[in-house]
């Protein structure tokens, strides 16, 4: 699974970072820099907390990352 | 080869920009003497021959057609992804919100009935009568209004004025827009093909790429391929800025030494408009899109710049990227906070401040944190005007400036509602 953001609805509050400090840092602003999207075996638990705490919906996990045509 | 000088852009015959064609005319053929009405128009490029969906799917794909308005994704494979039937929209993105570029514009004035012609050709091909067109200036809209109203199969086609900047012409903005919401890239990764206008299932590519659909389709594959690198035959439509041989709107057969196109003289080179890369010059490169690609220097929508000596590069890169910092739709925060504060730091370094490694810093937060690709091009434009530039930035360093005052050689709009 992969780690994505929803840039539109983040609000840079940062609560992803302190529940996923071992992929998620923080910019001057404060909105989220993602380390390594990749998520697999044992932190899957971890990150899907930090997903269903996300008060904006904005972190998600996805399948694989499909590249969009424009 | 032969410059043939192409006057007559529509009704404003000795303004911006001059239309050049090098070499053989394709989707220019035919508008020397300015714009095409249909009966000039059918005696320059005949009736399009008839396609269905897996013909025209062949046929894109011999030509190895892909889309100009920037992502260069093979045409093929969006055609094929579209699934035919009346639900289907058909877009042609028209909007051409990047200053710098004024060829789409420029075909709409002179060839609107080419670029009709290949959008009605798409959607005959997948069995839709949803046509819409997006355009962003006066002139390129009564253009077209005015050929739907010569053609007798003109009814079905909606065109729609859509000036919403840089940002709001990407694609999946405008589909946004041509569906009544507002004129932003969605912070999903939804494909238009899948969920375009109206919700519905959309081919929507750039406007040179329905006309060069309705060339290859009036000409045939192998007229069509007769000029051009065999990696993406044909030809393409340039933007050309500043100090190059030929400024103004320029249809080139691909394939040609890029020194040829934009002239041999020294100076940074911007590739691909202001969503591109600065290379050190043209050197040996060639002008295809997959050969520049793999350069890592992207020609997008066709914007090739070269400064001229009396204005102050520096100033003008830092001109450029507060604009785009303006262009930020303002709906992802590291773009609409990112962009700014490093727009600030190229201040700064033109000022003389050495603040090389705050900017490498804040260009490199910016990639692959936005809804769209805005900040991604604007953080490519930003690192490699530095890096292309570095007499320009020892000057600044040094003496606080290099003297020359910033004469705008790259344009820059007025933000857009
Ligand atoms: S918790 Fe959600 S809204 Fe808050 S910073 Fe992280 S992604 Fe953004
Ligand atoms: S990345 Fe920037 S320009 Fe793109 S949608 Fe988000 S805020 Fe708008």
Same mark, same amino acid.
């Given at each position: 699974m992969r780690l994505e953001i929803d840039w539109t609805r983040c609000d840079g509050h940062g609560l992803c970072a302190r529940l996923l400090p071992e992929r998620i840092g923080l910019d001057d602003a404060g909105f989220p820099v993602l380390g390594d999207r990749m998520v697999e075996g044992d932190d899957l638990t971890h990150a899907r907390r930090a997903v269903s705490a996300c008060p904006r919906l904005a972190l998600r996990l996805e399948r694989a990352p499909t590249p969009a045509p424009r | 080869?032969?410059?043939?000088? /192409?006057?007559?852009?529509?009704? #404003?015959? %000795?303004? !911006?920009?001059?239309? !050049?064609? /090098?070499?053989?005319?394709?989707? $220019?053929?035919?508008?020397?003497?300015?714009? /095409?009405?249909?009966?000039? #128009?059918?005696?320059?490029?005949?009736?399009?021959?008839?396609?269905?969906? %897996?013909?025209?799917?062949?046929?894109?794909?011999?030509?190895?057609?892909?889309?100009?308005?920037?992502?260069?994704?093979?045409?093929?494979?969006?055609?094929?992804?579209?699934?035919?039937?009346?639900?289907?929209?058909?877009?042609?993105?028209?909007? &051409? =919100?990047?200053?710098?570029s004024h060829k789409d514009r420029t075909l709409m004035r002179l060839a609107p009935h080419l670029v009709l012609d290949g959008a009605l050709a798409v959607a005959r091909a997948l069995e839709t009568r949803r046509v819409t067109v997006a355009v962003g200036d006066a002139a390129s809209y009564w253009s077209l209004r005015n050929a739907l109203d010569e053609r007798p199969d003109g009814d079905g086609v909606r065109v729609a004025s859509h000036r919403h900047g840089f940002v709001g012409g990407e694609i999946r903005a405008v589909a946004r827009a041509m569906s009544g919401d507002v004129a932003r890239p969605p912070g999903r990764r939804v494909l238009p093909t899948v969920h375009g206008v109206d919700g519905r299932p959309t081919f929507a590519s750039n406007v040179e790429t329905f006309a060069q659909l309705a060339v290859l389709l009036g000409r045939g594959v192998d007229a069509f391929a007769s000029v051009g690198d065999?990696?993406?035959?044909?030809?393409?439509?340039?933007? /050309?800025?500043?100090?190059? %041989? #030929?400024?103004?709107?320029? &249809?080139?057969?691909?394939?040609?030494?890029?020194?040829?196109?934009? +002239?041999?003289?020294? =100076?940074?080179?911007?590739?691909?408009?202001?969503?591109?890369? !600065?290379?050190?010059?043209?050197?040996?490169?060639?002008?295809?899109?997959?050969?520049?690609?793999?350069?890592?220097?992207?020609?997008?929508?066709?914007?090739?710049?070269?400064?001229?000596? %009396?204005?102050?590069? $520096?100033? &003008?890169?830092?001109?450029?990227?507060?604009?785009?910092?303006?262009?930020?739709?303002?709906?992802?925060?590291?773009?609409?906070?990112? $962009?700014?504060?490093?727009?600030?730091?190229?201040?700064?370094?033109?000022?003389? &401040?050495?603040?090389?490694?705050?900017?490498?810093?804040?260009? +490199?937060?910016?990639?692959?944190?936005?809804?769209?690709?805005?900040?991604?091009?604007?953080?490519a434009f930003v690192r490699s005007a530095l890096a292309a530039m570095p007499d320009e930035v020892d000057a600044h360093l040094r003496n606080r400036g290099c003297g020359r005052p910033v004469r705008r050689a790259l344009p820059v709009g007025v933000r857009a509602a």
């Amino acid at each position: 699974m992969r780690l994505e953001i929803d840039w539109t609805r983040c609000d840079g509050h940062g609560l992803c970072a302190r529940l996923l400090p071992e992929r998620i840092g923080l910019d001057d602003a404060g909105f989220p820099v993602l380390g390594d999207r990749m998520v697999e075996g044992d932190d899957l638990t971890h990150a899907r907390r930090a997903v269903s705490a996300c008060p904006r919906l904005a972190l998600r996990l996805e399948r694989a990352p499909t590249p969009a045509p424009r | 080869m032969t410059t043939t000088p /192409l006057r007559g852009a529509g009704t #404003h015959v %000795d303004t !911006w920009p001059p239309v !050049w064609v /090098l070499g053989a005319a394709h989707v $220019l053929a035919g508008t020397s003497g300015g714009r /095409l009405d249909l009966s000039a #128009h059918r005696e320059t490029h005949g009736l399009p021959r008839r396609r269905d969906r %897996d013909e025209l799917v062949r046929d894109a794909q011999a030509v190895r057609l892909v889309g100009r308005g920037g992502a260069a994704f093979p045409v093929a494979t969006k055609l094929a992804g579209v699934p035919v039937g009346s639900r289907t929209h058909v877009l042609v993105n028209g909007s &051409e =919100g990047e200053p710098a570029s004024h060829k789409d514009r420029t075909l709409m004035r002179l060839a609107p009935h080419l670029v009709l012609d290949g959008a009605l050709a798409v959607a005959r091909a997948l069995e839709t009568r949803r046509v819409t067109v997006a355009v962003g200036d006066a002139a390129s809209y009564w253009s077209l209004r005015n050929a739907l109203d010569e053609r007798p199969d003109g009814d079905g086609v909606r065109v729609a004025s859509h000036r919403h900047g840089f940002v709001g012409g990407e694609i999946r903005a405008v589909a946004r827009a041509m569906s009544g919401d507002v004129a932003r890239p969605p912070g999903r990764r939804v494909l238009p093909t899948v969920h375009g206008v109206d919700g519905r299932p959309t081919f929507a590519s750039n406007v040179e790429t329905f006309a060069q659909l309705a060339v290859l389709l009036g000409r045939g594959v192998d007229a069509f391929a007769s000029v051009g690198d065999p990696d993406e035959p044909g030809t393409t439509l340039l933007t /050309l800025i500043g100090d190059v %041989d #030929h400024p103004g709107v320029v &249809e080139v057969p691909t394939g040609l030494p890029l020194s040829a196109v934009v +002239g041999e003289r020294v =100076g940074p080179l911007l590739v691909g408009g202001y969503h591109g890369t !600065w290379i050190a010059g043209p050197g040996d490169l060639v002008l295809s899109r997959p050969a520049l690609r793999t350069a890592g220097a992207p020609l997008n929508a066709g914007v090739l710049a070269r400064l001229p000596h %009396d204005t102050c590069a $520096l100033g &003008e890169v830092a001109a450029v990227s507060r604009w785009l910092a303006g262009e930020s739709a303002a709906q992802c925060g590291p773009c609409f906070f990112g $962009l700014p504060s490093m727009a600030d730091s190229v201040g700064r370094l033109c000022a003389g &401040e050495d603040v090389r490694s705050d900017i490498a810093r804040r260009v +490199g937060l910016l990639p692959g944190r936005g809804a769209c690709a805005h900040p991604d091009g604007s953080a490519a434009f930003v690192r490699s005007a530095l890096a292309a530039m570095p007499d320009e930035v020892d000057a600044h360093l040094r003496n606080r400036g290099c003297g020359r005052p910033v004469r705008r050689a790259l344009p820059v709009g007025v933000r857009a509602a």
